[in-house]
């Protein structure tokens, strides 16, 4: 085999790897930008139904009229939308390797301790460490046991 069939075998061999890491990264984007349309529709659909529930809320109050059933009917739909936007905003945390706060909603890096928005605990500080601990006093061939 020749130094020009030996250089263009590695040369056709680096291109599919690098080919094989595009597409990888394009299908990763394509995913995120998928659940980011997806969470914006959520977002949307939500202030839509609490705009309808203010609106139902003022013509029942004005009125002097109740109408408990199309009030639960509307915080129920507000709560499914909510939940789904959680599990949405948990999905492109997990892609983003990020968590967020439960107190603010802001986004910060998995290893963080503090929110670096308002401040609220994350995780215990400790936890990383004690997990280390509880690795390490463990067997090689034994698994810790789950409580």
Do not use: W
């Not at 984007?29 to 705009?51: A, C, D, H, P, T």
């Amino acid at each position: 085999m020749s130094d020009f069939d030996t250089f263009f075998n590695k040369a056709k061999d680096k291109a599919k790897d690098v080919a094989d890491v595009a597409g990888k990264k394009t299908t990763e984007l394509v995913n995120l930008s998928k659940l980011k349309l997806q969470e914006l529709q959520i977002g949307r659909k939500i202030r839509s139904l609490y705009e309808q529930l203010g609106r139902a809320t003022y013509q029942l109050h004005k009125n002097s009229f109740e109408n408990e059933e199309l009030i639960s009917s509307l915080e129920e739909e507000i709560a499914e939308q909510l939940h789904a936007q959680s599990e949405v905003d948990e999905k492109l945390c997990d892609m983003k390797n990020q968590v967020s706060c439960p107190c603010c909603h802001a986004k910060n890096s998995k290893e963080a301790v503090y929110c670096s928005s308002c401040g609220n605990q994350l995780k215990d500080e400790f936890a990383d460490f004690v997990e280390e601990e509880t690795q390490e006093a463990a067997p090689a061939d034994e698994t810790p046991e789950e409580e």
